[in-house]
């Protein structure tokens, strides 16, 4: 779902040119067709970000924030049991690991959602932990930006990689902003 995701924001941004244009320049392995139940390399999906980068003149970073935001809503349009129940930001977030991705193996698997582990501190401060070989913290930025979005919330997010600064470990502090 991720990889058909991704070329739906593409083509709602930039047209289906756009997302022929990427998948040619990128040339992935797979020939670039995608379905929701199949298991792509995650380097499919970077290089397709690196070349929607350059061809618009947007930054790598976001790129993957936006499309991560976006890949929220798709999740939760797709799958809106998922989110039953759920008041806030900081109630989704902390449910991620312990049933969202507890489904997603349900449904996909082959599937290996990366690691989210959460702290809440307050009730407007909360500690999240991204672990994932596949390094896409800012895609967890922006699903967690996406999240808030989606609950009418506006989150200050401070970040900072954590062990061998590849991306693979990153720390997410979070703290509810009121207006």
């Not at 998948?23 to 797979?30: D, F, H, L, N």
């Not at 792509?40 to 350059?54: A, F, G, W």
């Not at 759920?86 to 049933?99: A, E, H, P, W």
């Amino acid at each position: 779902m991720i990889f058909t995701s991704f070329l739906y924001l593409v083509e709602e941004r930039y047209g289906l040119e756009m997302v022929e244009e990427v998948i040619e320049e990128a040339a992935p392995a797979s020939g670039g067709i995608y379905t929701t139940m199949g298991v792509y390399d995650h380097m499919e999906l970077i290089d397709m970000i690196v070349v929607l980068s350059k061809k618009t003149d947007v930054p790598v970073a976001k790129v993957t924030k936006t499309f991560g935001m976006y890949l929220f809503a798709e999740l939760i349009s797709a799958y809106p049991q998922w989110i039953a129940g759920m008041n806030s930001s900081f109630d989704m977030l902390q449910k991620v690991d312990s049933f969202i991705h507890v489904e997603v193996r349900k449904l996909y698997p082959d599937a290996s959602p990366p690691a989210f582990k959460c702290s809440r501190y307050t009730d407007t401060t909360m500690e999240l932990i991204y672990e994932s070989p596949r390094c896409l913290g800012d895609v967890a930025e922006g699903l967690i930006q996406g999240c808030a979005a989606y609950y009418g919330e506006k989150l200050q997010v401070q970040r900072e990689s954590l062990g061998d600064k590849s991306g693979s470990c990153e720390r997410f502090f979070l703290t509810q902003v009121n207006d």
